[in-house]
């Protein structure tokens, strides 16, 4: 009976999504009960929904993501980076199925290089984490990066929210991987997580500023068969280590952490999740956490208005138009591209 009763209201609820499109707060009220109700088909539509760039789509995106909000603030949120091959989503299976263990839900958000044809996921992240794919208390979810920067999609933050409401309230966000431009993904998470692999030419690039200097956790990955590659591994943490200590100390007050492992022995996985998940204590206690967090926010006002302004722009009903003009005059214009585009933008003011 209850499960009847249950089936009967999530029938309601879809119905009244799919007739009261014109109406944004009653149908966000509607996907935010299918939501908490544990609904991963409705979790994975609402996702779609949001990351969608169909102007129809935007009041319900929008007022689903404020409902969403009311009640978030809650869940702690992990980036993972690293180079290429160094075994990102091997790290995230172990470390999901070990916070799992612990009582947790968790939520994966891959993000994936982009087809430059289809604008869809290269990689299909989902079937490389196939074991934490068929847990009940986990939920992958592989979205392309398209045409951000930074490691992530345009939407990931607004992603986390809705796992948030669904119930996840550990979210583990896997970048691109493509090298030292993966800083954004530090501004939406509380430990930003960088994996790396003995030799690979990763000592010349760990003395580079950029992505080392925003790591809270460095962790040499893939130090397995055999004392050769172990030695390798710990050679290559001692160049990361000293490429630190020539760096400013890290705004949130804590240096990071650092260690040597591999993400398929299970027992130093869930070693690594006490430190992180004791620095976060730390970090929650001392109120660096909250600090971080509000910091976060006042950063993403500069991409979200960057975001806002280039979309309504482009809703501009005269802009297709003269963005074709632009385009075609710009082989034989003498006006520099900058003074073009201002001059295209002040036509549509």
């Known amino acids: 009976m209850a499960n009847e009763l249950e089936n009967e209201a999530r029938n309601r609820a879809l119905a009244r999504i799919r007739e009261a499109r014109s109406k944004p707060r009653e149908e966000a009220q509607d996907w935010l009960t299918l939501l908490k109700s544990g609904d991963r088909p409705a979790l994975a539509r609402a996702i779609s929904l949001v990351e969608s760039q169909k102007p129809q789509d935007r009041p319900i995106a929008e007022a689903l993501l404020a409902a969403a909000s009311a009640s978030s603030g809650q869940a702690l949120r992990y ?55 068929q847990q009940a208390r986990a939920f992958v979810r592989p979205s392309p990066s398209g045409h951000t ?96 200590s020539l760096l400013a100390p890290p705004a949130d007050g804590a240096p990071p952490l650092f260690g040597v492992g591999s993400a398929l022995d299970r027992s130093q996985i869930a070693t690594l999740l006490d430190q992180l ?44 138009a003269a963005w074709k003009r632009l385009q075609a005059d710009l082989p034989h214009s003498q006006i520099l591209p900058v003074q073009q585009v201002r001059k295209l933008l002040d036509d549509l003011d």
Not at 98 to 121: K, W
Not at 299 to 308: G, H, K, N, Q
Request: one cysteine or more; a negative charge; hydrophobic letters at 45%.
């Open 79 to 133: 980036g993972v980076t690293g180079v290429p091959g160094a075994g990102k989503s091997t790290w995230i299976e172990a470390a999901g199925m070990a916070l799992i263990d612990r009582g947790h839900s968790v939520a994966v958000l891959a993000v994936d290089p982009s087809s430059s044809r289809t604008g869809g996921s290269l990689l299909g992240d989902k079937t490389r984490m196939s074991e934490l794919s």
């Open 149 to 244: 920067l930074g490691g992530v999609a345009a939407a990931t933050a607004e992603v986390a929210i809705l796992c948030e409401a669904a119930g996840f309230d550990r979210i583990l966000i896997e970048t691109v991987g493509v090298g030292q431009s993966e800083t954004e993904v530090r501004r939406m998470t509380d430990l930003f997580l960088l994996l790396l692999i003995p030799g690979g030419g990763d000592g010349v690039q760990g003395i580079k500023r950029g992505i080392l200097e925003w790591a809270d956790a460095v962790w040499v990955n893939k130090a397995d068969g055999g004392a050769e590659r172990m030695e390798a591994a710990h050679a290559a943490l001692s160049v990361y280590k000293g490429a630190l």
């Open 277 to 320: 998940e004791g620095r976060l204590s730390e970090a929650k206690l001392s109120g660096h956490l909250q600090a971080r967090r509000d910091r976060q926010r006042r950063d993403a006002l500069d991409s979200l208005l960057a975001r806002e302004a280039l979309r309504q722009v482009r809703q501009h009903p005269d802009f297709e």
